[in-house]
């Protein structure tokens, strides 16, 4: 399943260094707007104790992880929505994502210079949102003008749409983003192939200097009183130490985390933070050829879950055998599990919950 989140946020606040520190993919990162003009694109592995548990039991020969795709995307700027900075090339590939991770600058530092001349990112906030807001907006009155005529003709469907289109509008001329408002699944559906900039669910990383990763600042007390009706999460990362770590092994990657008074490192938290986001979850294979990891979105079906494995899994779904992931390590195998019962069969209609261990039976 491709997972893709986009970093946004205006030029120079550290988008392109955390995107390096993400990936192996090695972004331009420059002191100057739009340094990064095509969007650099680096897929990364979903860091999740559960996959080495079970294979240090298993001793498989292959491990794999579930995946991320993460997009840098140029820094926007005042106008974009207009085309400013290049600003509809970069809004299109945002369109793109499915989630935002969007970074504010929340440090100091007269070395590395700021579009608009000072630190302020509440500021910088509501200048991507405009951005994001004026652009949907657009597409949100283009739509209107083809539905209307339509909806006043007395025609059903035509008439639901106008009426999730003008809630819309409504909330988007208050300068407020899409996702503020509440929308069922069906009103969703309905505006889908819009694929609203601000109807995403968003991430704020709040890039600050070392001294402030574990308890903040000034700029990120601001921010995180400026965004607290939103009800979006703010993470505190430090480009900067994140850097600092990219060659470091293990080992010393731990030591110096425990230095800084960190227990994991940003990266490992945004990757995390960006799947959640999602609402995505993983369940496992685990086999003596590999034990791997597969994403769904919470509330799938076995047989949908199977589907990611393949179609015919999910064509020809006959069973799946489930073991929970705290039941397969606390006894330590498939079949020790089996002998104390904790093996379930399960049906269609069995919903998979997270580290669910399964094996799939079907038949094509």
């Given at each position: 399943?491709?997972?893709q989140?986009?970093?946004?946020?205006?030029?120079?606040?550290?988008?392109?260094?955390?995107?390096?520190?993400?990936?192996?993919?090695?972004?331009?990162?420059?002191?100057?707007?739009?340094?990064?003009?095509e969007?650099?694109?680096?897929?990364i592995?979903?860091?999740?104790?559960?996959?080495?548990?079970?294979?240090?039991?298993?001793?498989?020969?292959?491990?794999?992880?579930?995946?991320?795709e993460?997009?840098?995307?140029?820094?926007?700027v005042?106008g974009?929505?207009?085309?400013?900075?290049?600003?509809?090339?970069?809004?299109?590939?945002?369109?793109?994502?499915?989630?935002?991770?969007?970074?504010?600058r929340?440090?100091?530092?007269?070395?590395?210079?700021?579009?608009?001349?000072?630190?302020?990112?509440?500021?910088?906030?509501?200048?991507?949102?405009?951005?994001?807001?004026?652009?949907?907006?657009?597409?949100?009155?283009?739509?209107?003008?083809?539905?209307?005529?339509?909806?006043?003709?007395?025609?059903?469907?035509?008439?639901?749409?106008?009426?999730?289109?003008?809630?819309?509008?409504?909330?988007?001329?208050?300068?407020?983003?899409a996702?503020?408002?509440?929308?069922?699944?069906?009103?969703?559906?309905?505006?889908?192939d819009?694929?609203?900039?601000?109807?995403?669910?968003?991430?704020?990383?709040?890039?600050?200097?070392?001294?402030?990763?574990?308890?903040?600042?000034?700029?990120?007390?601001?921010?995180?009183?400026?965004?607290?009706e939103?009800?979006?999460?703010?993470?505190?990362?430090?480009?900067?130490?994140?850097?600092?770590?990219?060659?470091?092994?293990?080992?010393?990657?731990?030591?110096?985390?425990?230095?800084?008074?960190?227990?994991e490192s940003?990266?490992?938290?945004?990757?995390?933070?960006?799947?959640?986001?999602?609402?995505?979850?993983?369940?496992?294979?685990?086999?003596?050829?590999?034990?791997?990891?597969w994403?769904?979105?919470?509330?799938?079906?076995?047989?949908?879950?199977?589907?990611?494995?393949?179609?015919d899994?999910?064509?020809?779904?006959?069973?799946?055998?489930?073991?929970?992931?705290?039941?397969?390590?606390?006894?330590?195998?498939?079949?020790?599990?089996?002998?104390?019962?904790?093996?379930?069969?399960?049906?269609?209609?069995?919903?998979?919950?997270?580290?669910?261990?399964?094996?799939?039976?079907?038949?094509?």
């Amino acid at each position: 399943m491709a997972l893709q989140c986009g970093i946004v946020g205006l030029p120079n606040v550290g988008k392109s260094t955390l995107f390096n520190c993400l990936s192996n993919a090695k972004a331009e990162s420059a002191n100057y707007p739009f340094c990064t003009i095509e969007p650099n694109v680096g897929m990364i592995t979903v860091p999740d104790e559960r996959l080495y548990q079970i294979s240090d039991l298993v001793n498989p020969q292959k491990i794999i992880p579930t995946t991320v795709e993460i997009v840098d995307i140029a820094g926007l700027v005042k106008g974009a929505s207009k085309g400013e900075g290049l600003g509809n090339q970069f809004l299109g590939n945002i369109k793109n994502t499915n989630a935002i991770l969007h970074v504010v600058r929340c440090f100091d530092d007269d070395n590395i210079t700021h579009v608009d001349g000072s630190i302020n990112p509440v500021r910088d906030k509501e200048i991507i949102d405009t951005e994001l807001q004026l652009k949907d907006l657009e597409a949100v009155d283009n739509k209107i003008l083809k539905v209307k005529k339509l909806a006043e003709t007395g025609n059903k469907e035509a008439k639901s749409v106008h009426e999730v289109l003008s809630k819309i509008k409504g909330v988007l001329e208050q300068g407020k983003s899409a996702r503020t408002l509440e929308l069922d699944e069906n009103q969703r559906q309905i505006i889908k192939d819009l694929n609203l900039l601000t109807l995403k669910p968003v991430l704020y990383v709040c890039n600050v200097d070392d001294t402030s990763v574990v308890s903040g600042n000034h700029h990120t007390q601001a921010f995180v009183e400026a965004i607290k009706e939103e009800g979006a999460q703010v993470m505190l990362v430090s480009a900067e130490i994140e850097a600092d770590m990219v060659d470091m092994e293990e080992e010393d990657k731990k030591l110096f985390l425990d230095d800084m008074g960190l227990k994991e490192s940003g990266v490992n938290r945004i990757i995390k933070a960006a799947y959640q986001l999602l609402n995505y979850q993983t369940y496992f294979t685990a086999g003596e050829k590999e034990v791997r990891a597969w994403t769904i979105e919470a509330g799938y079906t076995a047989p949908q879950a199977a589907g990611t494995i393949h179609t015919d899994f999910e064509k020809g779904f006959i069973r799946a055998e489930v073991i929970a992931f705290e039941d397969y390590l606390k006894l330590g195998s498939e079949s020790k599990c089996r002998e104390a019962g904790k093996l379930r069969v399960e049906g269609k209609e069995y919903i998979v919950q997270d580290g669910d261990i399964m094996h799939f039976r079907f038949n094509v």
